[in-house]
């Protein structure tokens, strides 16, 4: 293992959760700020930041789901959002944990996702099926997409 690149992120704060999409373009990363921050992997730059109202306390970690259409995240105020990776939209928010939720993730298959908290419980939330379908129909276009540059 060697390091291709190193980005000093000063003012940010301390970075709680990162998750890679599908691509391996971008790298989203939350934390302090409040913020979802995606950044370009190849040139270290950062490419947007989403600020969303919703997001009232630290967040603790954040996941992208396979298609790279949504990033989950949650953190300290006891709630998970889903967000649009594209344009930084509340799709919705849920709460269940009495503690802290301290790590989130989507299943393979983009059907459930699965969250873990201080209070010791492990919940998983079956996604509704349009955003079912959107994750699927966007993963069908990578596929054809993939097919055709080889």
């Avoid at 040139?43 to 790279?68: A, F, H, Q, V």
């Avoid at 699965?114 to 966007?138: P, Y």
Wanted: hydrophobic share 35%.
């Amino acid at each position: 293992i060697s390091v291709s690149k190193s980005v000093q992120t000063a003012g940010n704060g301390c970075m709680n959760g990162l998750s890679i999409e599908a691509n391996n373009k971008f790298a989203v990363t939350c934390g302090q700020d409040k913020k979802l921050n995606i950044w370009n992997i190849q040139s270290g730059r950062l490419m947007r930041s989403y600020k969303n109202d919703s997001i009232t306390s630290e967040l603790y970690k954040c996941d992208i789901d396979p298609s790279g259409t949504y990033v989950a995240t949650c953190g300290f105020n006891k709630t998970i959002q889903l967000l649009d990776f594209f344009s930084g939209e509340l799709i919705t928010q849920v709460s269940g944990h009495s503690e802290l939720v301290t790590s989130v993730k989507f299943s393979p298959d983009g059907r459930y996702l699965l969250s873990v908290g201080g209070d010791g419980c492990i919940f998983s939330w079956r996604l509704a099926d349009n955003l079912v379908k959107t994750m699927q129909d966007r993963l069908m276009e990578l596929y054809a997409s993939a097919q055709r540059r080889s």
